[in-house]
């Protein structure tokens, strides 16, 4: 029975309640009046239930569709502006007991090499990070509780954020480590961790269980309760996350914004990020097999009705998807990417053969300078701000400004500064020509007068190289 208070994960991710929403949805997909009412209360932009939401995604009127396209991006710019933040993972490990059939790290795939990084090895990736720029790292690591424990990643976070090489740093570290206990996720808020990161893969149980045969991961309960354990251990910021691919769309997209109700119900804050990753290519993964796999016109449309039903959200698009899927969808609702990243074991500094320990085949390969010019000439900002969680902006603190659009007045500057910060360190000249155009072009629309005349003076110290790391 559905009751999105429940803790029970099949309780608030209820099989019966996603089918009828998603006849719902058939039944009014091309219901005008039905729809209409949906986008009038979308555009109070405080969100929509999966039931309303499924109605948007579900529609084929294509005037219709174009209305949930030009809201999805209103929503994007009034809530977060026209700044996009970077980050990079960091893959750890690759040994893992579990036996998820769609990626190559399961234990029983021999074809790779399995690589674990000694803290030494960190630091090396960690400094060519940050010779690249990057300040927000995402962690990854197998499941393994001989070769990664929690005392292997609590160590890995502590050396990386004590590198401080040059002018680079890295100020804030997410983690993507498998469910855990309340007992771990304390201590992973005691290190200091920016957003813990759980993918749910699929939200439909019969499918969970069959791409998951072994390993712990395969109890589904224990896999979905996860972010309810994280929060009691204090973490305040998760983020969500599907494999779009696995089971069809239109279920994944429904149970994605039950689980949302269901964190904002219960822990009073929804996710701080949601993730729209598909199944692409891998060492022993056979796409064939993922039938339900989806073309670019439904994942745009998927993005943008994310965006309209959780408003509030930060949204992440990786390395997965190519230069052209990423450029459409950032207008749509997108605030966060990844580049120059490598996803494999030790990626960043091995000359040579990187990619033998690859979780996936990155699509999109261009250096990270290439995408921070891209996105200046999209007219994007380029944003490396880790400010929030510095400054104590974390859970119903962040969501609060968030919802009421404020959040909007530490973005926009804090964009600008740490894009002053790039191109000063890092950028090619080409890049550091055009950002600079951008941020002289974009210092106006900070309204508040004293908090320009701040950002100005800040971004001349950057400038001049006696001052870093200024934020609001
Ligand atoms: S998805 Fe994660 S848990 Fe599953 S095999 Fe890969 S690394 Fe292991
Ligand atoms: S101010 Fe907060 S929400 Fe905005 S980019 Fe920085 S960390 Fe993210």
Redesign the pocket.
């Known amino acids: 029975m559905y009751n999105k208070n429940s803790m029970k994960a099949e309780e608030f991710i209820d099989h019966s309640e996603i089918l009828e929403s998603l006849a719902y949805a058939d039944e009014n997909k091309n219901n005008v009046k039905v729809i209409d009412d949906i986008l009038k209360k979308a555009r109070e932009m405080k969100g929509l239930d999966h039931r309303e939401a499924s109605v948007l995604l579900a529609c084929d009127i294509p005037e219709k569709n174009e209305e949930i396209y030009k809201l999805a991006k209103k929503i994007k710019e009034d809530f977060y502006g026209n700044r996009i933040v970077l980050f990079a993972p960091l893959y750890l490990s690759?040994y893992?007991i579990?036996?998820?059939t769609?990626?190559?790290?399961?234990?029983k795939n021999t074809h790779i090499p399995r690589v674990k990084l000694t803290q030494e090895q960190i630091r090396d990736e960690v400094i060519a990070l940050q010779d690249m720029g990057h300040k927000r790292l995402a962690i990854e690591?197998?499941?393994h509780p001989k070769y990664n424990p929690i005392e292997y990643i609590l160590e890995s976070i502590d050396t990386i954020y004590s590198i401080k090489h040059k002018n680079g740093a890295i100020r804030r570290v997410n983690v993507n480590i498998?469910a855990t206990t309340v007992e771990n996720y304390k201590k992973l808020h005691d290190a200091a961790i920016g957003t813990y990161i759980l993918f749910q893969?699929t939200y439909h149980k019969e499918s969970y269980e069959a791409l998951?045969p072994t390993?712990p991961?395969s109890d589904y309960a224990y896999h979905t309760e996860a972010m309810d354990r994280a929060m009691a251990g204090g973490i305040d910021d998760v983020g969500l996350g599907v494999l779009f691919g696995l089971d069809k769309y239109r279920y994944e997209f429904a149970g994605l914004l039950m689980h949302a109700e269901h964190l904002e119900a219960v822990q009073g804050v929804g996710p701080h990020t949601i993730s729209v990753p598909r199944v692409c290519p891998a060492d022993d993964i056979d796409l064939n097999e993922f039938t339900n796999s989806i073309d670019d016109d439904t994942f745009a449309k998927l993005v943008a009705c994310i965006r309209i039903a959780v408003p509030y959200t930060g949204m992440i698009v990786s390395t997965r998807e190519s230069q052209k899927s990423r450029e459409r969808v950032l207008d749509l609702g997108i605030s966060q990417i990844s580049g120059g990243s490598r996803t494999s074991v030790g990626g960043y500094t091995k000359e040579i053969r990187p990619e033998d320990t690859v979780?996936f085949d990155v699509s999109d390969t261009r250096s990270l300078d290439e995408v921070i010019h891209w996105l200046i000439n999209l007219n994007y900002i380029p944003s490396f701000c880790t400010a929030c969680y510095r400054e104590g902006r974390t859970g119903d603190r962040f969501m609060a400004l968030c919802k009421s659009k404020q959040i909007l007045n530490c973005c926009h500057p804090n964009a600008l500064m740490t894009l002053q910060e790039y191109l000063s360190d890092y950028a090619s000249p080409e890049t550091r020509a055009a950002g600079e155009k951008l941020i002289e072009a974009n210092i106006p629309a900070v309204s508040n007068e004293k908090v320009r005349g701040l950002l100005i003076d800040h971004l001349n110290h950057i400038k001049a190289g006696d001052g870093r790391d200024f934020r609001f």
């Not at 769609?102 to 234990?107: A, R």
């Open positions: 690759n893992c579990n036996g998820c769609y990626c190559p790290y399961h234990g690591a197998g499941e498998a893969e998951h390993g991961k979780q």
